[in-house]
């Protein structure tokens, strides 16, 4: 295939694929919990660290990360403690990190506004052989927490006062929560873009939800529907040469527009098969001719 014969695409390709499996991974929880904008405020704050990066010249994708992880211990703490007044510090936390950023990029000496796009909108082009390696490190780390702690994570993000009750430590849960969608931010800009990837976050989950009835389902879908339009998108981008992170989110926004129509007829024919099973005998009562369990059996 053409699209595989170009390293830089095949790298794009490589990233796109992590990028749809980690961003609904852990956008599950976010959904859950009803915080589905906290990956947009995070991506506001990462364009700080990667100003950084370029001031002080180093990658930044793990400028980005780190910035990324101060700022969303710092949006939960303002969550937990900043009662009335934390929306306001949230609002000045998210627009100063944006404002960080823009400055700090165009004071460095190898920041320019090309630079600065690329990270705000992804771009294929950009993704390096280092940035491939911080990907890959940051993705497997996401994957390690969002599965490997689905139990306890669901528990906090489904009802908290019940997970304290049952000794979970809510308040370590809530910070690595917001810390793995930090990272989980730094993974996906340079595919999707900083100011995008909150919907390649939240859409897979709300799409997959229009037809599953369980947890395990609904993560397999959505981690299913991230790596479809994912992919697709960045190939889309490839051939017809638009935006990848743009088309990536209008494919995953038509899945959910296709599944929230096929919700109506399923959950019409689930009814049906309700209704039917209510109508049947309950186990274990007598119908005329039926022999019950055991009448044959002599001792």
């Known amino acids: 295939m053409e699209i595989l014969e170009t390293a830089f695409m095949q790298r794009a390709l490589i990233a796109a694929l992590l990028v ?18 906290l990956g947009d405020g995070i991506g506001h704050v990462a364009m700080t660290g990667v100003g950084l990066g370029f001031l002080l010249s180093t990658n930044p994708i793990w400028m980005a990360t780190l910035v990324s992880i101060i700022g969303a211990i710092a949006m939960e703490l303002i969550r937990t403690y900043g009662k009335t007044r934390g929306d306001i510090a949230l609002a000045m936390l998210f627009y100063g990190g944006m404002a960080g950023g823009v400055l700090l990029i165009n004071l460095s000496d190898t920041g320019s506004t090309a630079n600065l796009s690329s990270f705000l909108f992804g771009s294929l082009s950009t993704v390096s052989d ?6 890959a490190a940051l993705a497997a780390l996401v994957m390690l ?3 490997g702690l689905r139990r306890q994570l669901f528990a906090v ?11 979970l430590p809510v308040r370590a849960l809530n910070l690595l929560i917001a810390v793995t969608a930090a990272v989980t931010v730094s993974v996906a800009m340079r595919v ?3 100011l995008l990837v909150s919907a390649l976050m939240v859409v897979p989950v709300a799409a997959a939800q229009q037809i599953t009835r369980s947890f395990k389902a609904t ?12 992919v697709a998108g960045t190939s889309t981008s490839y051939y017809q040469d638009v935006p990848p992170g743009a088309t990536i989110v209008l494919l995953a926004i038509a899945v959910f527009i296709a599944l929230t129509a096929l919700a109506t007829p399923l959950a019409r024919r689930r009814a049906r098969a309700a209704e039917a099973d209510m109508d049947r005998p309950e186990c274990g009562s007598e119908l005329p001719g039926m022999r019950q369990p055991g009448g044959d059996v002599r001792v």
């Open 219 to 230: 993560f397999a879908l959505a981690v299913g529907i991230g790596v479809t339009v994912a």
């Open 20 to 37: 749809g499996i980690t961003a609904p991974a852990i956008g599950i929880y976010l959904v859950q919990r009803r915080q589905a904008l």
């Open 145 to 147: 927490v969002s599965v």
């Open 130 to 135: 280092a940035d491939l390696t911080a990907i």
């Open 157 to 167: 993000s489904q009802d908290e006062d019940f997970a304290r009750v049952t000794g």
């Open 192 to 194: 999707v873009g900083l």
